[in-house]
């Protein structure tokens, strides 16, 4: 297999990722949204260093649970079966470097000196200049981690700290306590050092011991792996940081993939500091966002995307949809279902509403039981919900039934094709096609956040976190469950609506003249240009760096207003289309011309911001004008023309042009699609473009040929891409004629969507 057979099927940005240059860029952040493919992406970067000619020894991939390395090594190991790439979890790295023999000729100089040269350990001798490495740690018997703990112990370690400092035994090999505390410490340490008996962080802290202060010992392991992977960043906690830099050394082979927004372990000690100070801690370092889902329908993404909408813009992911055909290709994917959310007065009423809709939509999608789940913050609530189910004979995976009868009593076999009810946290990294999610009230979710004001922040972040991975679980539709009153904590209780939950913002809409209903829409669209005019003046000042992002997130609420505003009711078809652009490249956007409202749609059906090729007098519009050339647009004057000499010029500068052409020149007047002028498809070949044509309906009679003011449906439907370089090898080469060739190619396309929306 060659490099672009090994390419096929990701999009830019997992190229990108794939095949990140170290040396010229540093190390690598991986910020992976939500379904954004990370495995494959880590899998291939292995495969591709080893076709790159690294030796697959030399490649340290870390993971978090040993199901999660062994997937990978499977993935791995079909393109290279017998590749040695060591693939973990930290805990048993730890455990393979404390157990491995290392060179001590420095070290030895600083240990006791050994004239005779009598066993130093595991039969080797100073002579031979190596020994075990837990002996240079202290160990005196090969460790071997427990899960249980002596009781007695714990007695002993609670007594030290007294009422002041409550000791974890997890942190009993810690480095961060002070002398006085370090000498109590000290008999236990020499307990555990003498019998082996250790837990897995004990394991992280010596081997940390071991790497940064026996200097022959680092440079062993440093040598020993040339390339560092990490999988789930956002869970590392300090600990595994350190071992992580300790092992990387002043090198820039440092892969990472992670989620900030995904980071729910916080109780289990994992620090999200170590995912946003990335950049900083690795100055030379690169970030790469994956944000194209392949898991999830639009509307489900649109919803999760303003969970973190007050979220700094310079960490912020957009997922978008990347998959048309999930669920296995079930109608009910193909809907692409606003979610919803149901209020219930009881518990009661509330299963009754979860069992009547699974039930019909089971029967009218032709779902299985295991494409529903029923997710929930805390673990006795998930007994309630498979309390209910089984009362109702409806089967849950993982529970034992008897034979017919659906609900567990007694032996029977193990159900694998029931309705999954988990706790979110429980839920990470599985999907369905269906989702309740219950629960979702102040105390429930968000649960409880106790201690300061700092800490209840902190805990108060981690459970908006947790709320969007449970939101992210879903594929084809997703129901938010707000109950009013349930059993909680041994009583009746008054649950208010959780603050997560988007507010009820619906009003009631005034009736107008329509010439009075544009003139108002128009007034209140300028004014919020003319409000982020001021705004961007202090973004520039003191968040220059974040300019970019910061338009980029404006410019999509900006196009949102003007649906709300306008009332359009926006249908885009075939998102997931935008994942196979490569917008590395230039790119052209072509669509038909319908109304001043095509431009605002184009930015949500693309969910990014383009420019796009406007008329110079445009520009006398004051606010329209400063807006538009911080959009990137191009001007041109149709009677002197020379619009195609601009992008020439941005081509040679090295910028690649993001535009949006219409070409039909003007807005249509009339149904149907005008001339196509031809100069914009040359252009497109030219500079090797990748062209995207989007087809729209609707918009001029929700703007210019409006006839009543209720809320009018607008559809965007955007077509695959189609690239320029690749068009002219199949259809000629350099003598394919874009007039006669390309641009009939895509206005029959463009012609066949429009008229299918008819």
């Keep these: 297999m060659d490099v672009e057979s090994l390419l096929v099927g990701l999009n830019s940005d997992q190229r990108a990722a794939v095949l990140h240059d170290h040396e010229k860029n540093g190390q690598l952040l991986i910020l992976a949204g939500a379904g954004s493919g990370k495995t494959s992406v880590l899998t291939k970067r292995i495969q591709y260093r080893i076709m790159s000619g690294v030796e697959p020894e030399k490649i340290l ?5 040993a ?9 791995v190991q079909k393109l290279f079966p017998d590749a040695g790439v060591r693939l973990c979890t930290f805990h048993s790295l730890a455990l393979f470097i404390l157990k491995s023999n290392v060179p001590v000729v420095q070290d030895m100089e600083r240990r006791s000196r050994n004239e005779s040269g009598m066993t130093v350990g595991g039969g080797m001798t100073a002579e031979d200049g190596f020994c075990p490495a837990y002996e240079l740690v202290g160990f005196k018997r090969m460790p071997v981690p427990s899960e249980s703990v002596d009781k007695s112990f714990m007695q002993e370690l609670a007594k030290v700290g007294g009422r002041s400092v409550h000791f974890s035994r997890e942190e009993l090999f810690s480095d961060a306590y002070p002398p006085s505390l370090l000498k109590k410490l000290k008999p236990l340490r020499e307990r555990v050092l003498e019998s082996g008996q250790v837990v897995f962080e004990d394991l992280i802290y010596k081997a940390i011991d071991l790497l940064e202060n026996h200097e022959d010992a680092r440079a062993f392991f440093q040598s020993q792996w040339t ?26 082979s440092l892969f990472v993939v992670g989620d900030d927004d995904q980071a729910i372990y916080g109780f289990r000690g994992a620090d999200i500091g170590n995912i946003n100070r990335f950049r900083d801690d690795f100055r030379e370092s690169s970030l790469i966002r994956l944000e ?10 649109h919803f999760s995307n303003q969970i973190f909408k007050n979220k700094p813009v310079h960490l912020r992911k957009v997922l978008r949809a990347g998959n048309m055909n999930g669920s296995g290709g079930s109608p009910i994917f193909k809907e692409n279902r606003k979610p919803e959310i149901w209020v219930s007065e009881d518990p009661v009423e509330e299963m009754q509403k979860i069992i009547t809709s699974i039930k019909l939509l089971r029967e009218s999608y032709d779902l299985q039981w295991k494409n529903f789940a029923i997710l929930v913050r805390y673990n006795r609530q998930r007994m309630y919900y498979e309390e209910a189910l089984r009362d109702a004979c409806l089967p849950i995976a993982g529970t034992v039934v008897s034979e017919g009868a659906g609900a567990a009593e007694g032996e029977g076999e193990l159900v694998e094709n029931g309705i999954h009810v988990e706790t979110v946290h429980a839920s990470k990294g599985l ?11 102040e105390g429930l979710t968000p649960g409880s956040c106790t201690g300061t004001r700092r800490e209840r922040k902190r805990q108060l972040d981690e459970e908006r976190r947790l709320f969007y991975v449970g939101v992210t679980r879903a594929e084809s539709y997703l129901v938010l469950l707000y109950c009013k009153r349930r059993y909680w904590k041994g009583r009746l209780t008054k649950l208010k609506r959780s603050r997560f939950l988007p507010k009820d913002t619906s009003k009631t809409e005034i009736n107008m003249p329509v010439i009075l209903f544009r003139i108002y829409a128009a007034a209140r669209i300028l004014l919020f240009m003319l409000e982020y005019i ?5 973004i520039y000042i003191f968040r220059r760096k974040d300019l970019d992002s910061w ?54 059906a693309l969910q990014r911001t383009v420019g796009f090729i406007a008329k110079t007098q445009l520009q006398r519009i004051p606010i329209l004008n400063f807006w538009m050339h911080k959009l990137g647009c191009v001007f041109i004057d149709r009677e002197k023309g020379g619009g195609a000499a601009i992008i020439q010029k941005a081509l040679q500068s090295g910028k690649m042009p993001r535009l949006f052409i219409f070409p039909e020149g003007t807005r249509s007047k009339r149904s149907g699609m005008v001339a196509f002028k031809s100069g914009c498809f040359r252009l497109a070949v030219e500079a090797n473009a990748i062209i995207l044509p989007i087809v729209t309906r609707g918009s001029d009679e929700a703007w210019e040929h409006r006839k009543v003011t209720k809320h009018r449906p607008v559809s965007v439907t955007i077509l695959e891409p189609v690239d320029t370089v690749e068009f002219k090898k199949e259809h000629g080469g350099d003598d394919m004629d874009p007039r006669h060739e390309l641009l009939p190619y895509i206005r029959s396309k463009m012609e066949e969507a429009y008229d299918r929306r008819l």
Excluded at 234 to 246: E, G, H, M, T, W
Aim: charged residues 25%; aromatic residues 14%.
């Design 431 to 441: 999907q369905y096609a269906v989702v309740y999610y219950a629960g979702l009230s």
């Design 551 to 604: 338009i980029e997130e404006k410019v999509q609420k900006f196009s949102w207003f003007c649906m709300k505003v306008i009332r359009v009711d926006l249908t885009i078809e075939n998102q997931a289309q935008l994942a196979k652009v490569d917008w590395s490249r230039p790119v052209f956007v072509m669509g038909n011309h319908r109304s001043y409202l095509d431009i605002p749609i184009a930015f949500l």
């Design 61 to 65: 991939a870390l993971t978090f649970t």
């Design 67 to 75: 199901k999660a390395a062994a997937e990978m090594r499977e993935r």
């Design 227 to 252: 390339e560092i992977l990490v999988d789930e960043y956002q869970d590392i906690n300090p600990s595994q940081y350190r071992l992580v830099k300790a092992l990387l050394g002043n090198r820039k």
């Design 292 to 301: 194209w889902n392949y898991r999830s329908v639009a509307n489900i993404l």
């Design 534 to 538: 001021v705004k961007i003046a202090f």
